[in-house]
């Protein structure tokens, strides 16, 4: 006999988690289909932004796994041997919430969101790859999974597979997606002693950074690096859009050993201990790469959905939650009314539209193509930027107006003034 529930989720990410701890709470008799273990494939940079999360469980943080409580930000630009930074720190960001920004560790955080949707009365099935849906005139009525009894039937299905969304592919929801709108993000947890990484950091127990680098970040190819601070390790990555890897026949290991080698990321990585590597693809297109949402029976969340903010924020698991939270409330209603069409299940979109998923994702919505519209952000024009600066502040018998006006000769020797202003122009038009 067929197992039946009011709703299947298919993944136990943020997003789908959050659906369930939701959907379980209102009494409704919602399972979780998982490949592996709650936190075991999942990869993110570090940081949890926890605002719906705080709504769910308040105070989540004094229970949670959570590693450290972002309380200082800073952003690099980098050439090949030297960095302009801006420093944020804010001490109202160490007390609660803590600006609802820490660094977490998934394998632990995944597992402990999991069971509290279990608590709630969600039923968590793992090792268990949904490999299609079950299709019923036209209405998703449950998924096939790769499992004896694997036929399971449901109202309506959540689907928070993942970036690599396959069965949205299946459904008709998504297209594969482009290389340009893909970045693959490596990541390596490096250990360090407690009191080290707080000394380096310049932190208290508790307290925790979150480092971005641009410029040539990655030698002169276009992406980014980080560093964040766990309780007593490391998250150090490296993202490069896949376009980019394949153009330029790029491995990702060069790259982030590269980033670990500049002179301003290793001095933070001295004497650490690598103790484990991930690779995941990220879904930078932004609001005009979000693929359709809904379909009768159906709803996609989270990454499948491509909610990741591509701006500075570098926001995902806020809007992840928010996605899951707002697919659950919509199954609510759905239920009530007995109607599960694409049509009841559009509120789901409505209330997308109605929060600041999408208001962040439109507004940063010329993020992607304005980055890629300038490579040379990311090679020449840092190392010209850079020297111009030391040359500024290096002291000799010269007087300032003569060091000036060699230094501004230098630059234009070096950066076609023409060229860089007609590539902030065209980035600014993006961005508007």
């Not at 969600?122 to 999974?145: H, L």
């Not at 969304?165 to 929801?173: F, I, V």
């Not at 928010?322 to 209603?333: D, H």
């Not at 599960?340 to 993020?367: H, M, N, P, Q």
Request: hydrophobic share 40%; proline share 4%; aromatic share 8%.
């Amino acid at each position: 006999m067929e197992e039946r529930f009011d709703c299947i989720i298919v993944g136990a990410g943020p997003s789908g988690t959050t659906a369930a701890l939701r959907l379980a709470r209102e009494g409704l008799n919602v399972a979780v289909f998982e490949r592996g273990k709650p936190g075991a494939k999942n990869m993110f940079g570090g940081v949890l932004y926890s605002t719906i999360l705080d709504k769910l469980i308040p105070g989540f943080w004094k229970e949670a796994p959570v590693e450290r409580h972002v309380i200082r930000k800073r952003f690099s630009l980098l050439s090949s041997d030297s960095e302009a930074a801006f420093d944020l720190c804010f001490n109202a960001f160490d007390r609660p919430p803590f600006n609802n920004s820490f660094t977490v560790l998934r394998a632990r955080f995944d597992r402990w969101y999991s069971e509290k949707a279990e608590e709630a009365g969600a039923v968590i099935v793992t090792g268990a790859n949904v490999e299609d849906f079950i299709v019923e005139d036209g209405a998703i009525r449950g998924v096939k999974a790769g499992m004896e009894g694997g036929l399971v039937r449901a109202d309506c299905v959540i689907c928070a597979e993942g970036v690599n969304s396959l069965l949205a592919e299946k459904a008709g929801l998504k297209k594969k997606p482009a290389p340009e709108s893909m970045t693959l993000g490596v990541k390596e947890i490096i250990s360090l002693p407690k009191e080290t990484i707080e000394d380096r950091f310049s932190l208290e127990d508790g307290q925790g950074a979150a480092f971005d680098f641009f410029g040539a970040a990655l030698g002169g190819a276009v992406g980014s690096g980080f560093i964040y601070t766990n309780r007593d390790t490391l998250s150090v990555g490296i993202g490069c859009p896949i376009s980019v890897l394949k153009e330029k026949g790029l491995r990702p290991n060069d790259l982030i050993e590269g980033f670990k080698a500049h002179p301003s990321v290793g001095r933070y990585l001295r004497g650490g201990k690598m103790e484990e590597f991930s690779a995941h693809m990220i879904p930078e297109g932004g609001y005009r790469a979000i693929p359709g949402l809904v379909r009768d029976g159906l709803m996609l969340v989270g990454d499948s959905a491509g909610l990741l903010n591509p701006s500075i924020f570098r926001e995902g698991t806020n809007l992840a939650m928010a996605s899951g939270l707002f697919a659950a409330e919509t199954v609510i209603e759905a239920r009530k009314k007995g109607d599960f069409s694409a049509k009841t299940l559009g509120d789901y979109v409505e209330r997308l539209k109605g929060s600041f998923v999408i208001k962040d994702l439109k507004r940063y919505r010329g993020v992607p193509t304005a980055i890629t519209s300038i490579p040379g952000l990311f090679g020449e024009e840092p190392e010209a930027i850079l020297d111009f600066l030391k040359g500024h502040f290096t002291v000799s018998e010269k007087s300032k107006d003569e060091i000036h006006s060699e230094l501004k000769k230098a630059f234009r020797d070096r950066v076609s003034m023409k060229r860089l202003f007609l590539e902030l122009y065209r980035a600014s038009k993006i961005l508007r």
